[in-house]
């Protein structure tokens, strides 16, 4: 069965309490995969060239004087005689961490361990050896054996691939050169470095042929991103505290606004009586967000499928090629809408984006219809609704007294461009505007492309319900890789992940991350690992058996 799901705003701010959701009602966060915040990847500690020298008790460097000379080469010779530490790495699958992988059951909150295994696709799966330089040594490559095994019988594989970076190395399973079928699979990793031997790496799986039943991407996937739709006006009230509420009322027939431009009227970061202007920041804000977009979903400039990254090919309104939304009836397609708001319940819980659940993405799903899609007006409303948010875009702010973007003759040497697009240094009387325009742009292109991607996520099938192989760990309390509980049809992983809850989200991490979607979540859209099977998750997908939940 196919569910809607709802990611709230205010919750990325406040951290409410969770809503419930039954079985059959599922909520839905936003957030931001390169393979996933938490995916395995070299690390690196520091060395003698990145660690600034001790100094001497005035402040001195050790390399000021003859005598500090001499003492630094003591210190070296003594530093270089410390003999290395043996490697320590880690044997997975599709660089998965061994906390998610199998390797290491799952404990509930009761303290009680749960085995489990991935279903890995025989023929689209790497089997990767990852070092972990910060607590190891270096390793040698040449040293490393990678023996699998199914059963009693030897499974030949051939040799792992070391990364340029020596972090790593790889293996790829493909349709000419597969794993076994219907086979319970054994690997085990051994491998050397100057100061030794690492202690032996092993990871088991279950490998299979995908189904097509659970195949999300048979074939290539075709979205269309829709920016033209007008369901909703708009109207608002100030407080005393200068803060401004939103609401939104459905007029089926529009207000000749699109619902993507009208609620930055509000927050002056475009201006109505300026469409001219209006129309570079709404292409400079749009171009944000599909680069963002592109980058989650590993497509390349044009939001093609690129190798390594998802089966899918995204187009905005107005591309070139871009399906026609009133074809979508029988275009083969799948659109949501960027732009508008929630139902009144959405819009009163704080909901950013709406969209309907596909469990192993069967079918293609219209997010665009009211109540569903990505919501640029719950955006707006939660940082209109705080002073600090009404502070930092007092300048632009309308109902403040502010001029809005595009208003002002000076801003024409800045809408469109970021700041490394900027030529030469600005005029004194537009360096605040420019900073808050691009904090505006920024900062909504983040939050705007996360959400898109997480309201896309759940329509391609995220996140099932229980451990692996039916799910991927949504609705489990307990596992020591989660950082928050949801019991809804998302997962709150390490970093800015795209499936977790809105209320687990700190944009904070923005500042040295980028969303991602988790290891498990990326290896299930690359068909990577078989997800799903017989289950209540799995139900009818009739249009009416599709119910929305906050």
Not at 228 to 240: N, Q
Not at 437 to 444: E, H, K, N, R, T
Not at 522 to 528: E, H, N
Request: net charge negative; aromatic share 6%; glycine share 12%.
């Amino acid at each position: 069965m196919a569910f809607a799901a709802a990611c709230g705003l205010a919750a990325c701010v406040s951290n409410p309490t969770p809503h419930p959701a039954g079985p059959d009602v599922i909520d839905k966060d936003t957030r931001s995969n390169e393979a996933g915040d938490d995916t395995l990847e070299p690390t690196v500690g520091w060395d003698d060239a990145t660690t600034p020298p001790p100094a001497d008790g005035d402040g001195s460097s050790t390399s000021d004087g003859a005598d500090d000379a001499d003492t630094g080469d003591a210190a070296d010779a003594v530093e270089d005689a410390t003999p290395p530490a043996p490697p320590v790495v880690t044997l997975t699958v599709n660089r998965i961490p061994a906390a998610m992988n199998g390797a290491i059951p799952w404990q509930d909150t009761s303290g009680e361990t749960h085995p489990f295994a991935l279903r890995v696709n025989r023929e689209d799966a790497t089997l990767d050896v990852v070092a972990d330089l910060r607590a190891g040594g270096p390793v040698d490559w040449t040293t490393l054996m990678v023996t699998c095994s199914a059963g009693s019988a030897e499974v030949a594989i051939g040799a792992l691939t070391p990364a340029a970076d020596g972090g790593s190395a790889s293996l790829a399973f493909t349709a000419e050169a597969p794993l076994p079928d219907a086979a319970a699979v054994t690997c085990r990793a051994a491998v050397s470095g100057p100061g030794g031997a690492a202690e032996a790496s092993e990871v088991s799986f279950a490998a299979g042929t995908m189904p097509a039943e659970l195949d999300p991407f048979a074939t290539e996937d075709v979205w269309l991103v829709v920016l033209s739709r007008d369901i909703f006006a708009l109207s608002t009230a100030v407080a005393a505290d200068g803060t401004v509420a939103l609401s939104s009322a459905y007029v089926a027939e529009g207000n000749g606004i699109p619902d993507f431009i009208e609620p930055f009227y509000v927050m002056g970061l475009m201006s109505p009586d300026h469409p001219e202007a209006t129309e570079v920041v709404r292409a400079h804000l749009v171009r944000t967000i599909r680069r963002r977009a592109y980058e989650v979903f590993g497509l390349d400039a044009e939001g093609r499928p690129t190798p390594g990254g998802v089966r899918l090919r995204l187009y905005f309104e107005g591309d070139p090629g871009a399906p026609d939304p009133a074809d979508f009836a029988s275009g083969g397609f799948s659109m949501i809408a960027l732009g508008g708001d929630g139902k009144p319940a959405d819009q009163a819980a704080g909901t950013f984006g709406r969209a309907l659940i596909d469990w192993n993405n069967q079918q293609v799903e219209d997010d665009t219809v009211y109540g569903l899609g990505v919501f640029p007006t719950g955006l707006v409303r939660a940082v209109l609704g705080m002073p600090l948010g009404v502070y930092l875009l007092a300048d632009l702010l309308p109902s403040a007294g502010g001029v809005p973007i595009g208003a002002d003759p000076g801003d024409a040497v800045f809408i469109g461009k970021d700041d490394d697009e900027l030529e030469g240094p600005l005029p004194a009387g537009s360096i605040h505007r420019q900073e808050v325009y691009i904090l505006g742009v920024d900062m909504g292109g983040l939050a705007l492309s996360s959400i898109l991607c997480h309201e896309m996520g759940h329509s391609l099938g995220l996140v099932p319900f229980g451990p692996p192989a039916e799910g991927l760990f949504a609705g489990v309390d307990g596992p020591e890789f989660l950082e928050s509980f949801a019991p809804d049809a998302h997962i709150d992983t390490e970093g800015l992940n795209i499936m977790q809850t809105g209320g687990s989200v700190d944009w904070t991490q923005a500042l040295g991350s980028e969303p991602r979607f988790n290891p498990l979540n990326w290896a299930y859209l690359r068909r990577q690992i078989i997800v799903g099977g017989v289950s209540a998750q799995r139900a009818p997908r009739s249009p009416a058996e599709r119910p929305s939940a906050d």
